[in-house]
């Protein structure tokens, strides 16, 4: 469980979070929609303490994120980003692997972990477990990085633009790829994009940001019925 | 002789000196390392910090490296002749490229990729061991490439403050004039360099095209190992021993190996020798020091180069004054050892011949229509230049030129200069047909060699004092002069040329 509670948040002087509050359920998958630089980033890195709020709470598990360990709160959330952030050093199992194996897992168990998310996101390990990151495309990193992300198998799943950089018709193989892991790991995720259209295919309830303040927060069906203006002009740019 | 006949017969040597080359490069990189990367780390996370580190890091680099030896010399417990005052001088060569390229390689790194270490919940120590390090190490590698390679060529100078290294045949050479010697150490140089650059190289791309993780383990223990062979084959000699110094032209060295033999000869002290240490401040300093027991210093010079005492050319005063002042500053001065190498202008003999020239003051009128050279100490020196050219009237066709000591003499023979100043025992006098004009209105001071010994040193072993003493006034200028041609004009050996000088007058002693 993740909850916002009368956030306010600031990079250097520019407010980027204005009194936002929200929940999201366990297992639940929320979609934060805005324009760039809307705030939505920030809002992941706060449920990560990769940030802290300047005025307001940021409870995971009921616990103010200023509370927890910051290394063991960031290892209970797999995290995914739009670069996806590959180490380029170490091989694609490698990759998988390096939360268990810096948490202390035996080298066996990490191997076969990695193994069987690399089939889970659809990259058969065989064929690409010892591959260099620098020989996969764009679309298998992106796999790679969401495998990653569930190495240890965390409650929380972080994705900032997760396929943002990916051409349409790889970005929508993996919609029906994350729609599908999700329906076999159930994790509370929350997902930060652009892209209206997507946040309509993946969330179970989509979150609007502008300027810093979250206009609506609804189910997806609402959200598309909603006569909010600013909501409004978002859909009729992405929908048009 | 031949360079593969020089090498074979000083094989022993020749191993000796690579051996503490490698030494000296991989124990100042591998400090340098050591220090290097974390401050290249702490630099690049506080740009503030690491602005001025690297400022100052880059200041040191743009001292030439004799001059930074000159600086460390006088220093406590870093200073002093040797290799420990070299370690200290390359590592500090050393550091700026590995600090830059440590800050370089981390400064590169994508920052996605440092993003997501921590959103995966790294710890900095973590981030840094698999992901900083890893990706910097190609740049860091090839800072410690540039280095190392740095590091051999700067052993090499460091050969003039004593610490030893294939440098050591590159000054013997060139205070003999004799290509062979030079070669003899410049060529394992070079292949050293190029060895070392090499190794690294594949060391380096290897990481840059992989990027595996391989273990850095091996490859430490094979640098540890030659520097441990490094370092026994250099030190084999441990205990106290007699250290002889001498500067870094013919006739000192000379002198240095008769002292050296001397006491070989007539006490049961072992010898070490630390030849051709650059100049009169080297040499006085490490004297001063106790890095050397003893050299050979001329009474001339000690009294206006050392102490800094105004010209006299009265001999015996002159070597009152110097004993004097060597015995308040805890140095003693032993009797003279006969000879008087004073300066001496020199021309060309055919010159003198064609112009039936034979005095200083006849040298004036043809003065205006010749180019002359002198050494930096003889063209700066108030006992040099400035009064010689005032006293005899001397105006040359240009400013003279400041030349190497050890090349002045074959500049004068190959007609690139005129009239230099020379020394009155130099053997190539004779070896390439020069004349010495005669000081007709006695200008030059005296230069008596006197052996200087550390006072304690004599307390310790008053043998030393005895030995020595058995030489006092047995060297005349004509010896000398034998001994400088034997050496700079035939070739031979120092050791040799001494020991069998040594033998003439052994048996009258």
Same mark, same amino acid.
């Given at each position: 469980?993740?909850?916002?509670?009368?956030?306010?948040?600031?990079?250097?002087?520019?407010?980027?979070?204005?009194?936002?509050?929200?929940?999201?359920?366990?297992?639940?998958?929320?979609?934060?929609?805005?324009?760039?630089?809307?705030?939505?980033?920030?809002?992941?890195?706060?449920?990560?303490?990769?940030?802290?709020?300047?005025?307001?709470?940021?409870?995971?598990?009921?616990?103010?994120?200023?509370?927890?360990?910051?290394?063991?709160?960031?290892?209970?959330?797999?995290?995914?980003?739009?670069?996806?952030?590959?180490?380029?050093?170490?091989?694609?199992?490698?990759?998988?692997?390096?939360?268990?194996?810096?948490?202390?897992?035996?080298?066996?168990?990490?191997?076969?972990?990695?193994?069987?998310?690399?089939?889970?996101?659809?990259?058969?390990?065989?064929?690409?477990?010892?591959?260099?990151?620098?020989?996969?495309?764009?679309?298998?990193?992106?796999?790679?990085?969401?495998?990653?992300?569930?190495?240890?198998?965390?409650?929380?799943?972080?994705?900032?633009?997760?396929?943002?950089?990916?051409?349409?018709?790889?970005?929508?193989?993996?919609?029906?790829?994350?729609?599908?892991?999700?329906?076999?790991?159930?994790?509370?995720?929350?997902?930060?994009?652009?892209?209206?259209?997507?946040?309509?295919?993946?969330?179970?309830?989509?979150?609007?940001?502008?300027?810093?303040?979250?206009?609506?927060?609804?189910?997806?069906?609402?959200?598309?019925?909603?006569?909010?203006?600013?909501?409004?002009?978002?859909?009729?740019?992405?929908?048009? | 002789?031949?360079?593969?006949?020089?090498?074979?017969?000083?094989?022993?040597?020749?191993?000796?000196?690579?051996?503490?080359?490698?030494?000296?490069?991989?124990?100042?990189?591998?400090?340098?390392?050591?220090?290097?990367?974390?401050? +290249?780390? /702490?630099? *690049? =996370?506080?740009?503030?910090?690491?602005?001025? $580190?690297? &400022?100052?890091?880059?200041? %040191?680099? #743009?001292?030439?490296?004799?001059?930074?030896?000159?600086?460390?010399?006088?220093?406590?417990?870093? +200073?002093? /002749?040797? *290799? =420990?005052?070299?370690?200290?001088?390359?590592? $500090?060569? &050393?550091?700026?490229?590995? %600090?830059? #390229?440590?800050?370089?390689?981390?400064?590169?790194?994508?920052?996605?990729?440092?993003?997501?270490?921590?959103?995966?919940?790294?710890?900095?120590?973590?981030?840094?061991?698999?992901?900083?390090?890893?990706?910097?190490?190609?740049?860091?590698?090839?800072?410690?490439?540039?280095?190392?390679?740095?590091?051999?060529?700067?052993?090499?100078?460091?050969?003039?403050?004593?610490?030893?290294?294939?440098?050591?045949?590159?000054?013997?050479?060139?205070?003999?004039?004799?290509?062979?010697?030079?070669?003899?150490?410049?060529?394992?140089?070079?292949?050293?360099?190029?060895?070392?650059?090499?190794?690294?190289?594949?060391?380096?791309?290897?990481?840059?095209?992989?990027?595996?993780?391989?273990?850095?383990?091996?490859?430490?223990?094979?640098?540890?190992?030659?520097?441990?062979?490094?370092?026994?084959?250099?030190?084999?000699?441990?205990?106290?021993?007699?250290?002889?110094?001498?500067?870094?032209?013919?006739?000192?060295?000379?002198?240095?190996?008769?002292?050296?033999?001397?006491?070989?000869?007539?006490?049961?002290?072992?010898?070490?020798?630390?030849?051709?240490?650059?100049?009169?401040?080297?040499?006085?300093?490490?004297?001063?020091?106790?890095?050397?027991?003893?050299?050979?210093?001329?009474?001339?010079?000690?009294?206006?180069?050392?102490?800094?005492?105004?010209?006299?050319?009265?001999?015996?005063?002159?070597?009152?004054?110097?004993?004097?002042?060597?015995?308040?500053?805890?140095?003693?001065?032993?009797?003279?050892?006969?000879?008087?190498?004073?300066?001496?202008?020199?021309?060309?003999?055919?010159?003198?011949?064609?112009?039936?020239?034979?005095?200083?003051?006849?040298?004036?009128?043809?003065?205006?229509?010749?180019?002359?050279?002198?050494?930096?100490?003889?063209?700066?020196?108030?006992?040099?230049?400035?009064?010689?050219?005032?006293?005899?009237?001397?105006?040359?066709?240009?400013?003279?030129?400041?030349?190497?000591?050890?090349?002045?003499?074959?500049?004068?023979?190959?007609?690139?200069?005129?009239?230099?100043?020379?020394?009155?025992?130099?053997?190539?006098?004779?070896?390439?047909?020069?004349?010495?004009?005669?000081?007709?209105?006695?200008?030059?001071?005296?230069?008596?060699?006197?052996?200087?010994?550390?006072?304690?040193?004599?307390?310790?072993?008053?043998?030393?004092?005895?030995?020595?003493?058995?030489?006092?006034?047995?060297?005349?200028?004509?010896?000398?002069?034998?001994?400088?041609?034997?050496?700079?004009?035939?070739?031979?050996?120092?050791?040799?040329?001494?020991?069998?000088?040594?033998?003439?007058?052994?048996?009258?002693?």
């Amino acid at each position: 469980m993740i909850a916002f509670e009368a956030v306010h948040a600031r990079r250097g002087s520019r407010v980027v979070l204005d009194d936002v509050s929200l929940r999201v359920e366990p297992g639940e998958t929320l979609v934060l929609v805005g324009r760039s630089g809307a705030g939505k980033s920030t809002a992941l890195k706060l449920i990560n303490r990769m940030l802290e709020p300047e005025r307001g709470r940021v409870l995971v598990d009921g616990r103010d994120t200023r509370d927890w360990d910051p290394i063991a709160l960031r290892r209970s959330a797999g995290y995914v980003l739009q670069d996806v952030g590959l180490f380029p050093h170490m091989t694609v199992r490698r990759n998988v692997g390096i939360v268990p194996a810096l948490s202390g897992w035996a080298q066996t168990r990490t191997d076969a972990r990695a193994d069987a998310l690399l089939a889970l996101v659809g990259l058969p390990p065989a064929d690409f477990g010892d591959r260099w990151p620098a020989q996969l495309s764009g679309g298998q990193r992106q796999r790679v990085g969401v495998a990653r992300a569930l190495a240890i198998d965390p409650p929380r799943l972080l994705m900032d633009e997760p396929f943002g950089a990916l051409d349409a018709v790889t970005r929508g193989e993996l919609h029906r790829e994350f729609a599908r892991i999700q329906r076999e790991v159930r994790k509370t995720v929350i997902l930060v994009t652009h892209d209206m259209r997507e946040a309509f295919a993946l969330g179970d309830r989509v979150g609007v940001i502008h300027d810093g303040r979250l206009v609506a927060c609804d189910a997806p069906d609402v959200i598309r019925a909603s006569t909010d203006p600013v909501v409004r002009t978002l859909l009729d740019a992405a929908l048009s | 002789m031949t360079l593969i006949g020089f090498w074979r017969t000083h094989a022993a040597e020749v191993w000796q000196l690579l051996g503490q080359h490698v030494a000296l490069v991989l124990a100042s990189t591998l400090v340098a390392i050591a220090v290097g990367v974390p401050v +290249g780390i /702490i630099a *690049a =996370r506080r740009p503030r910090l690491g602005g001025p $580190l690297t &400022a100052a890091a880059g200041l %040191v680099q #743009t001292i030439p490296s004799l001059a930074l030896f000159g600086f460390l010399l006088p220093l406590p417990f870093i +200073g002093g /002749i040797g *290799a =420990r005052t070299a370690l200290v001088a390359l590592i $500090l060569y &050393a550091l700026l490229p590995i %600090v830059r #390229t440590t800050i370089a390689g981390l400064q590169s790194i994508d920052p996605s990729i440092l993003e997501a270490a921590d959103a995966m919940g790294m710890t900095a120590r973590q981030r840094l061991r698999h992901v900083e390090l890893p990706l910097a190490l190609p740049s860091i590698i090839a800072g410690v490439r540039v280095s190392a390679v740095v590091g051999v060529g700067t052993v090499t100078i460091a050969a003039a403050i004593g610490a030893g290294g294939l440098g050591e045949y590159i000054y013997r050479g060139l205070s003999m004039v004799d290509g062979t010697v030079i070669l003899a150490g410049a060529i394992p140089v070079a292949v050293l360099a190029m060895v070392v650059d090499g190794a690294l190289y594949l060391l380096q791309r290897n990481r840059a095209s992989q990027g595996q993780s391989r273990r850095a383990g091996p490859v430490i223990a094979a640098a540890a190992l030659l520097l441990g062979a490094g370092v026994a084959a250099s030190s084999l000699s441990v205990g106290e021993r007699v250290v002889v110094g001498s500067k870094n032209f013919t006739e000192s060295v000379i002198l240095g190996e008769l002292m050296a033999q001397t006491i070989e000869r007539y006490t049961d002290l072992p010898v070490d020798r630390r030849l051709n240490l650059g100049g009169t401040f080297i040499c006085e300093q490490a004297l001063r020091a106790g890095d050397i027991d003893l050299y050979v210093e001329y009474s001339g010079t000690a009294l206006t180069a050392v102490f800094d005492q105004p010209v006299q050319r009265d001999p015996s005063a002159v070597l009152e004054i110097v004993r004097t002042r060597y015995g308040d500053t805890g140095r003693t001065m032993l009797a003279p050892l006969g000879f008087n190498n004073t300066f001496a202008i020199l021309v060309r003999a055919a010159d003198a011949d064609a112009r039936g020239l034979r005095t200083l003051s006849q040298l004036a009128a043809h003065a205006p229509g010749w180019r002359a050279a002198f050494g930096y100490e003889f063209l700066e020196r108030q006992d040099g230049y400035p009064g010689l050219a005032s006293l005899y009237g001397l105006r040359f066709a240009d400013r003279p030129r400041v030349m190497d000591l050890t090349l002045i003499y074959r500049a004068l023979a190959a007609g690139q200069v005129d009239v230099i100043a020379g020394d009155a025992t130099a053997g190539l006098i004779e070896a390439l047909d020069l004349t010495a004009l005669e000081d007709d209105r006695q200008y030059f001071p005296p230069y008596d060699a006197v052996p200087v010994v550390h006072a304690a040193t004599l307390l310790r072993h008053p043998v030393i004092g005895a030995a020595i003493g058995r030489l006092a006034g047995r060297v005349t200028a004509a010896d000398m002069r034998r001994m400088n041609y034997a050496v700079d004009g035939q070739r031979q050996d120092p050791a040799a040329v001494v020991a069998r000088f040594l033998d003439t007058i052994g048996g009258e002693v």
